[in-house]
C-alpha cells in the first residue's frame, strides 16, 4: 500500500497557540486528499477534501477559518488550527486518495492546555 | 452513500480464523465495500474492497452474498496484531463524490491467546 507520514505525531501547546500538521505521500502524487479528526472512543469525522491547487471543501460545522488547509502539492498538504482551545483536543488523520482507495497517515494527536 | 450495519465488538481466538460480518441492506449498484482497520492510535489501515465478486489479497479475504446486502471479512488465521477496530465501509466510485469515506462505529475485535 501506499505510504503517508505526518508531522508531528504529536504535539501539546497552550490555548490560544496555532499548531501546524504536516502531511506527505511518500511514494505516490495525489490530487485530492483528506483531513479527518477522531475523539476519544469514536470514529473517525471527515473535515475536509483538499485538491492541489484549488480551495479545501469543509464539511458542515467544520469552520474553515480556524483550520486552515493548504495543499501545496501533489505530495504535501498542512493543516493549521489556529487559536487552538482544549476542545479542539482530538487525534487528526489525513489521508491521500490513491485511485480507488484511500491511504492514510498515522495521525497527529493535539493537546491543548 | 450505504449504511453499514456491524456487530459493535467480537472476540476471537488466535490462530483460528476470524470472521467479521457486515450488513448494507441499502447498497446500490454502483457501490463498493471497503474494509479498513484502525489499530489503537494509529491512523486506518485499507484490507481489501470488492464490488460483487468475492476478494482475496495477502491480509484476508472479502465474501459478498450474492444479492449483495451483506459481506463478510475474513483473517484466515488471527494473530494478537489482528486486535483492532475494523470498518466496513459502501461508497460509490463517482469523481465527483471525491472518494469520501463515511466512517461508523466498526467492530471492536479483540484476538485472545
Known amino acids: 500500500g501506499a505510504v503517508v507520514s505526518q508531522h508531528p505525531s504529536w504535539v501539546i501547546c497552550k490555548s490560544g497557540t496555532s499548531v501546524k500538521i504536516e502531511c506527505r505521500s511518500l511514494?505516490?502524487?495525489?490530487?485530492?486528499m483528506f483531513w479527518y479528526r477522531q475523539f476519544p472512543k469514536q470514529s473517525l469525522m471527515l473535515m475536509a477534501t483538499s485538491n492541489e491547487g484549488s480551495k479545501a471543501t469543509y464539511e458542515q460545522g467544520v469552520e474553515k477559518d480556524k483550520f486552515l488547509i493548504n495543499h501545496a502539492s501533489l505530495t504535501l498538504s498542512t493543516l493549521t488550527v489556529t487559536s487552538a482551545h482544549p476542545e479542539d483536543s482530538s487525534f487528526y488523520i489525513c489521508?491521500?486518495?490513491?485511485?480507488?482507495?484511500?491511504?492514510f497517515g498515522p495521525g497527529t494527536r493535539l493537546t491543548v492546555l | 452513500d450505504a449504511k453499514t450495519t456491524q456487530p459493535p465488538s467480537m472476540d476471537c481466538a488466535e490462530g483460528r480464523a476470524a470472521n467479521l460480518p457486515c450488513n448494507h441492506s441499502t447498497i446500490s449498484g454502483n457501490e463498493y465495500v471497503y474494509w479498513y482497520r484502525q489499530i489503537h492510535s494509529q491512523g486506518p489501515q485499507y484490507i481489501i474492497h470488492?464490488?460483487?465478486n468475492n476478494e482475496t489479497n495477502e491480509m484476508a479475504s472479502l465474501i459478498i452474498t450474492e444479492d449483495r446486502k451483506s459481506s463478510t471479512l475474513i483473517l484466515p488465521h488471527a494473530t494478537l496484531r489482528d486486535t483492532a477496530v475494523y470498518y466496513c465501509i459502501v461508497r460509490a466510485l463517482i469523481k465527483a463524490a471525491g472518494n469520501k469515506l463515511t466512517f461508523g462505529g466498526g467492530t471492536r475485535v479483540l484476538v485472545k491467546p
Open positions: 489521508s491521500f486518495s490513491r485511485g480507488d482507495t484511500q491511504y
Open positions: 511514494d505516490f502524487q495525489a490530487t485530492t
Open positions: 470488492g464490488l460483487k
